[in-house]
């Protein structure tokens, strides 16, 4: 069976600082990877997206950027974080092909102070 | 630009009390809707997919339909764990990635017991 593993869970940043959320999955190959963030209150936006290694594509434009150095691997980062950076991130993975269904992860909470 | 809207924001219910959840859509040539289940701190768990109107699914209290406009999330007798946010989601019309979702902004469902 497929599992989604993310981290860290909780993470509590000053502004300024960098940032590094890492997302694995396990038990397929050649998954479709996803970053979403969930603001309080609001529904899911969807960040990046890669259907391969080195193959990312953003979806908005913002002060994050995302790498995929490996097949099962996602990384987000940014290299100075900004207040509005502050939310609950997802990580999630579908499979490459058909009307497939999305997977999340447990989400990471970043909270930027 | 695909657009979806959920109904009631929040809902609250006695245990055993029957409602129903909304989700409206507006895109041209839909290629499933999805409804995910979230609980608090956590990621979103996939409930069902449908794909043209008129399908139906069901799971335990939960039964989903579609019609050509929205989506209803059918709960039948609910108890209190059926405490959450519920989250649909549909697909962009065109492209080949099914995981770009565009989500509606949930609705929080309370059970009282």
Known sequence: SQTIHQWPATLVQPVGSPLSLECTV????????????????????????????GQISSEVPQNLSASRPQ????????????????????CAWSRNSG???LTFGAGSRLTVL | EDQVTQSPEALRLQEGES?????????????????????????????????????????ERLK??????????????????DSATYLCAVPPAGGTSYGKLTFGQGTILTVHP
């Open chain 2, 64 to 81: 989903a339909t579609l019609t050509k406009k929205e989506s209803f999330l059918h709960i039948t007798a609910p108890k209190p764990e």
């Open chain 1, 71 to 90: 097949d099962r691997q996602f990384i987000l980062s940014s290299k100075k974080l900004l207040l509005s950076d502050s939310g609950f991130y997802l």
């Open chain 2, 19 to 59: 409602s129903s959840l909304n989700c409206s859509y507006t895109v041209s040539g839909l290629r499933g809707l999805f409804w995910y289940r979230q609980d608090p701190g956590k990621g979103p768990e996939f409930l069902f997919t449908l794909y043209s109107a008129g399908e139906e699914k069901e799971k």
């Open chain 1, 26 to 53: 396990e038990g397929t190959s050649n998954p479709n990877l996803y970053w979403y963030r969930q603001a309080a209150g609001r529904g899911l936006q969807l960040l990046f997206y890669s259907v391969g290694i």
């Open chain 1, 99 to 101: 009307a497939n269904v």
